[in-house]
């Protein structure tokens, strides 16, 4: 077994959260751990949204890199931010526990109407670059105004603080993880079969080299095997629509006591076209996601207009 640990992670205070908590899990295990921080191309370009980024991995690519020249042992990643099909030479080798997968709704004190869905006075400006957020958002409240905005939570949340925003939506399991104070903010937490998350969104993936047995062989101690069933159905569908930060698809899926698999989905062509939604359960996770892409494919196309006959 390794006596050292090099891992691979963003400078993020957030990314940081992850990778001292995968320290301190290896160090339990008796590892000595040291942390390599790596800049990419997300945290790079911070003027554009993700649908104007082009190519996937936007949070991933560089620190992948690193991996494959040997200069670090392990990445830890959100594995939201994790493309489905790992680069020749990587795997996934375990994933962490799953913090609430929500989405959280922050909104400005003075731009509460409780009147109104969402708790949102109308027309109210959204934060958020994710196109699954902005079409999620107008399928529920077409009168707001969606604004892009990037950063790392910290950031977003001092821009509440400004006009440009009323609101801003943020993954709960950031704003969990970082133990950050909202008491000054009203939050509305939104239900994950309602407002359904990112595949994978709560969850922490530890990526090796294929070929790193000693390292695999270690963070399979780490795996929870329970959060991988759900997260393989979800990532499932993202790659069978072959789907990354850009496009608008939302899936969620949950495992009840009697061991039935329960999926939430939701696509759109565009951030601002139409929302379908699909809820679909079974006992078993072979062939669900196929079923999941397969009924979104059957209700996207009810929505298209029908070509009128002589």
């Known amino acids: ?13 957030l990314a940081l959260w992850q990778a001292y908590f995968t320290k301190s899990k290896l160090e339990a295990l008796g590892v000595e751990v040291e942390l390599k921080i790596i800049k990419t191309k997300g945290d790079n370009i911070q003027h554009l949204s993700f649908d104007k980024i082009e190519g996937k991995g936007f949070f991933t690519k560089e620190i992948e890199d690193c991996l494959l020249r040997g200069e670090i042992d392990m990445a830890v990643h959100s594995m939201k931010d994790l493309p489905t099909i790992s680069p020749e030479g990587l795997v996934i080798t375990a994933v962490s526990y799953r913090e609430k997968p929500t989405d959280s709704l922050i909104i400005s004190p003075d731009c509460v109407d409780e009147s109104q869905p969402l708790r949102l006075k109308k027309g109210a400006k959204i934060g958020t670059s994710s196109a699954r957020r902005k079409a999620q958002l107008l399928a ?17 949340l001092q821009k509440l603080d400004t006009p440009a925003f009323d609101a801003i939506v943020l993954a709960t399991a950031g704003l969990n993880r970082l133990e950050i104070d909202l ?22 993936a530890w990526q090796t080299c294929d070929v790193d047995v ?13 959060t991988s069933r759900c997260t ?17 698809v939302g899936v969620y899926c949950e495992q009840d006591a009697n061991n039935n698999y329960h999926v939430w989905a939701t696509k759109a062509a565009n951030w601002d ?9 079974s006992s078993t996770t072979y062939g669900l996601a196929e079923q999941v892409v397969k009924t979104l494919a059957e209700k996207e196309a009810a929505l298209e207009p029908q070509t009128a006959t002589a």
């Open 1 to 13: 077994m390794k006596s050292k640990i090099t891992i691979g992670t963003r400078g993020s205070k």
């Open 140 to 156: 529920v409240r077409p009168d707001l105004e969606m604004v892009d905005m990037r950063g790392n939570v910290p950031t977003r």
């Open 183 to 204: 008491s000054n903010y009203p939050k509305v937490e939104l239900n994950p079969k309602e407002f359904v998350p990112a595949p994978a969104q709560g969850v922490l």
């Open 214 to 226: 000693d390292t695999r062989r270690l963070l399979k101690k780490l795996h929870v095997s329970e």
């Open 232 to 248: 393989n159905v979800e990532r499932k569908v993202l790659n069978l629509l072959n789907g990354g930060c850009q496009m608008p």
């Open 273 to 281: 076209a139409p929302l379908v939604r699909v809820s679909i359960s």
